[in-house]
């Protein structure tokens, strides 16, 4: 009796292996489809553009270029300028749009167009309005003042500030929301606390707002200049990288190399962006991990 007894339990004990072992082989085939849309649509493009890039020539070429040097430089001014500036008015913001008002509402809706509509038709619509012939903001210097107003995208300074502030203009509204979602997550029982012990609003996001919220800002703040290094529509569509070249960003000279047919230089270009990328996203990783 003791040895039919253990058959069955031995019989169950060994079908959850099985069992397991059908979940783990029907696993893996759902995980097949993912793994031909990363070697086909990420590691192939990648390593063919390294594979085109892979001359020394190339980029002895690249560096010997004027307009490589200054468009390294207005890359790291577009990344350290824009993106600090847009982070700290999205904090700011974000502590105005946490407030329960009506019409407080009514401006989230309005502030977050920019981020939702179609970024191509907008920024031509600002270059539109920047025209120094027949643009608005010039029409109306002339009617106010009589005089003709400047070119303004003639000038590389003034190009180049416009070209961050179409790409603050662009990406607040997200890097707002993101921020509001961080400061509704902070309990308000700490703030009725601190209002209690007389506290002011500037020693109120001292001690909990600014601790509570600053892992989330400098992911945020790493994360925005990751993708502004790809950011291409903000000085494309609106310089061009005019004028001569001079607003060019490391987003923008590779299509410039390909205009010229220099496929080669053109994924130079895209190489030598390594050294900027690959320690924001080791410091973003680093920091997620924690």
């Not at 169950?12 to 993912?34: I, K, M, N």
């Not at 307009?67 to 993106?83: D, E, K, L, P, S």
């Not at 913001?93 to 939702?116: D, M, Q, T």
């Amino acid at each position: 009796m003791s040895q039919a007894a253990a058959l069955p339990l031995e019989a169950e004990t060994a079908a959850p292996p099985r069992q397991s072992r059908s979940w783990e082989l029907w696993g893996r085939l759902f995980v097949v489809p993912y793994l031909l849309v990363f070697l086909v649509f990420v590691l192939y493009p990648v390593g063919y553009g390294l594979w085109l890039a892979r001359h020394p020539d190339s980029y002895e070429r690249l560096f010997q270029d004027p307009i490589f040097f200054r468009t390294a430089i207005n890359t790291v001014v577009f990344i350290v300028v824009a993106i600090n500036f847009k982070m700290v008015i999205a904090l700011f913001l974000s502590g105005f749009f946490v407030h329960e008002r009506w019409w407080i509402r009514i401006l989230s809706v309005l502030f977050i167009i920019p981020w939702a509509v179609p970024s191509i038709p907008t920024i031509l619509s600002v270059r539109f309005m920047l025209n120094p012939e027949w643009g608005v903001i010039n029409t109306l210097i002339f009617r106010l003042t009589g005089q003709d107003g400047p070119n303004w995208l003639n000038d590389p300074t003034l190009a180049l500030c416009f070209s961050m502030l179409m790409h603050v203009w662009k990406s607040l509204p997200f890097w707002t929301l993101i921020l509001v979602a961080g400061r509704l997550a902070i309990p308000g029982e700490q703030y009725e606390a601190a209002a209690v012990d007389g506290a002011s609003s500037w020693q109120k996001f001292r001690f909990i707002t600014w601790p509570a919220m600053k892992t989330l800002y400098l992911t945020s703040t790493i994360l925005s200049m990751i993708w502004t290094l790809g950011d291409f529509n903000s000085v494309y569509l609106l310089t061009g990288g005019g004028p001569a070249d001079l607003t060019h960003v490391l987003a923008t000279l590779g299509i410039r190399y390909l205009r010229l047919d220099q496929v080669d230089l053109a994924m130079a270009s895209i190489v030598v962006a390594m050294p900027l990328v690959l320690p924001l996203v080791y410091f973003m990783m680093k920091r997620l991990s924690k």
